[in-house]
């Protein structure tokens, strides 16, 4: 079992930056593969980004590429997820997740574990 934490959301005016925190309890929370999701009001949720257990692999969505920045600390169980040159359409609740595979991905059924999300607000 593996409990997620979110935090570090906020209001923030574009261009500016944020940066999140996702931290995971649990022995074995540095085995997992960790993801950042996101949903905006009235649409699905979607992924964002997603690191490989031993932080040596990331992948991110086309919208993000060159502004956000996914990172792990496994002697504290943390992910981070950087976000620079924030946009009004990055406004959503982010949520972070963990998949028991080591393997990142961009499949949400692929998670596992859930945090309670942390909401994002851009303004313009």
């Known amino acids: 079992q593996v409990h997620l934490v979110e935090s570090g959301g906020g209001l923030v005016q574009a261009g500016g930056s944020l940066r999140l925190s996702c931290a995971a309890s649990?022995?074995?929370?540095?085995?997992?593969?960790m993801g950042w999701f996101r949903q905006a009001p009235g649409k699905e949720r979607e992924f964002v980004v997603a690191?490989?257990?031993?932080?040596?692999?990331?992948t991110y969505t086309d919208s993000v590429k060159g502004r956000f920045t996914i990172s792990r600390d496994n002697a504290k169980n943390t992910v981070y997820l950087q976000m620079n040159s924030l946009k009004p359409e990055d406004t959503a609740v982010y949520y972070c997740?963990?998949?028991?595979?080591?393997?990142?991905?961009?499949?949400?059924?692929?998670?596992?574990?859930w945090g309670q999300g942390t909401r994002v607000t851009v303004s313009s």
């Open positions: 649990g022995r074995t929370a540095g085995n997992y593969a």
């Open positions: 997740a963990a998949s028991r595979s080591a393997v990142k991905s961009y499949r949400i059924y692929e998670y596992d574990y």
């Open positions: 690191i490989s257990s031993g932080g040596g692999s990331t």
